[in-house]
């Protein structure tokens, strides 16, 4: 299977060079997001390409002598201007409360910062993202034009006017447009880019145009060390959260009525929910259920998916009422107030929510995936901590050990947000970014004793295992 997939992605490539060749450069391009899609969806060993990056810095430098652009170049004046690319903007997801917290962040320190958007999700621009981003930054999307062509020009046009000392990538694995416009900028201007790697796990394209290679996690170093065979500087700013900051954390929702009842919640996406052969989180919620009739458990989901709805609709009557499906809401601060603890999503974690629960002191069920590491190991997961599950048993029995112990929960609370403020609050992460930004030596950073990198050769992936998991997701996110 792995070597029918590697022949699918060379044949898009292949196709994309000799478009290439015959100077037909949209098709290059659509070959060249065809593939680097591909490869982004499903796992066949291969994390980077540097042909393929290639071809797209030709592309852009292409476009750069046939629009005679270089003149622009010539009236480059310096700034100290930092510029935010990301392919798309959507109101929840762990990729967006980062973008969000570095912005707010920056936006105190710098000037002038910029937002562009490559693409448009949805029809309106007037969404909760984009009204947040507005307050602190100057936000633009690319024009909604159908070429890929036009798009480039039009993002190489904004960053000559922009002027940018620094370029921070948080786009998407196959964002053509962004490595094109920068690749071909890269050789002649003398802006340095900084690249968050929120999609650790797969393919993405932008190696060969990072300077500073920003990950959330030690272990993703790792991988890049390995897998995309990455030397350049690389600095790890955990995940954190300033949820437990947000005015309406002291108020009051009547909107929410415990009936005497515990209740867990977890949040995250629909496909982190799939079950990969081990791992089953619609039966062990059952399971928990029905072995405690005082009960109740939350499952919020960014948006609505007939496969959650699907396994609820299995249940029995009983069951069914006293599992709470909410989907579609970009705020899980009164979910997390009503929660007496947190059963992370399974197989995949969620690493944003994990350092909200602990922020505001809401006990965990942790999850340690032992097939991959890429879905549970984060930074913020406590070595001493007594519930961290290894099996579908552990959750079953950990959950019941919490729904009945109240003076167990309020000791793990403690403990963990202790441990939050200590290690990842948003005041600590803020000057880490900060001193990113403020030009001092990446080597100094990274000396921090509370960022030290652990680089390990320690590598927990199957290719097999997470080609399995790509191919059921993709078939369950059809229905």
Not at 339 to 353: C, H, K, N, Y
Request: aromatic share 14%; proline share 3%; hydrophobic share 40%.
């Amino acid at each position: 299977m792995i070597e029918i997939l590697r022949k699918n992605y060379e044949e898009l490539k292949l196709k994309a060079l000799k478009a290439f060749q015959s100077e037909n450069l949209e098709e290059s391009l659509y070959y060249t997001f065809l593939a680097s899609t591909f490869a982004w969806f499903y796992h066949f060993d291969i994390w980077f390409d540097e042909e393929i990056e290639e071809l797209l810095e030709k592309i852009g430098k292409k476009l750069i002598f046939i629009k005679n652009i270089k003149k622009k170049l010539k009236e480059k004046k310096d700034s100290e201007n930092i510029l935010f690319i990301t392919t798309f903007l959507t109101d929840t997801g762990g990729h967006t409360e980062a973008l969000k917290l570095w912005v707010k962040i920056l936006a105190k320190e710098i000037k002038a910062l910029y937002i562009i958007s490559t693409e448009t999700l949805f029809k309106s621009k007037k969404t909760e993202i984009a009204i947040f981003l507005k307050k602190y930054a100057q936000l633009k999307f690319l024009s909604k034009k159908e070429k890929y062509i036009n798009k480039i020009l039009e993002l190489i046009n904004i960053i000559l006017k922009i002027s940018p000392k620094y370029i921070v990538l948080f786009i998407n694995p196959n964002d053509v447009i962004a490595i094109s416009a920068i690749s071909a900028l890269k050789s002649i201007l003398k802006f340095k880019v900084v690249f968050f790697n929120h999609a650790d796990h797969v393919f993405w394209l932008g190696r060969n145009i990072i300077d500073i290679l920003v990950e959330f996690r030690d272990y993703s170093i790792s991988v890049s060390k390995i897998k995309r065979n990455f030397s350049k500087k690389h600095l790890v700013i955990p995940l954190t959260t300033d949820i437990y900051t947000r005015n309406n954390f002291k108020k009051s929702n009547k909107n929410f009525c415990k009936e005497n009842k515990t209740i867990s919640i977890s949040i995250g996406s629909s496909w982190k929910l799939i079950s990969d052969g081990y791992w089953d989180y619609f039966k062990v919620i059952k399971e928990i259920l029905q072995q405690n009739s005082n009960h109740m458990h939350y499952l919020i989901i960014n948006r609505p998916t007939n496969f959650i709805k699907n396994k609820i609709k299995l249940f029995s009557p009983e069951i069914k009422k006293r599992i709470k499906f909410i989907p579609g809401t970009s705020d899980p601060l009164p979910y997390y107030k009503i929660a007496d603890f947190l059963i992370e999503t399974f197989p995949v974690i969620g690493g944003t929510v994990r350092v909200e629960a602990m922020a505001l002191g809401l006990p965990i069920i942790f999850i340690q995936n032992k097939f991959s590491g890429f879905f549970s190991i984060t930074n913020a997961l406590p070595e001493k901590y007594p519930f961290i599950a290894k099996s579908n048993e552990d959750v079953i029995n950990y959950a019941n050990l919490l729904i009945n112990n109240k003076n167990l929960r309020l000791d793990l609370s403690k403990f963990l947000q202790s441990y939050f403020f200590k290690k990842f609050s948003i005041e600590k992460i803020s000057e880490t970014l900060k001193d990113l930004f403020r030009m001092k030596k990446i080597k100094k950073i990274s000396e921090n004793k509370s960022f030290k990198i652990n680089f390990s050769t320690n590598i927990l992936e199957s290719t097999d295992y997470l080609l399995k998991f790509d191919i059921l997701t993709r078939f369950l996110k059809g229905l």
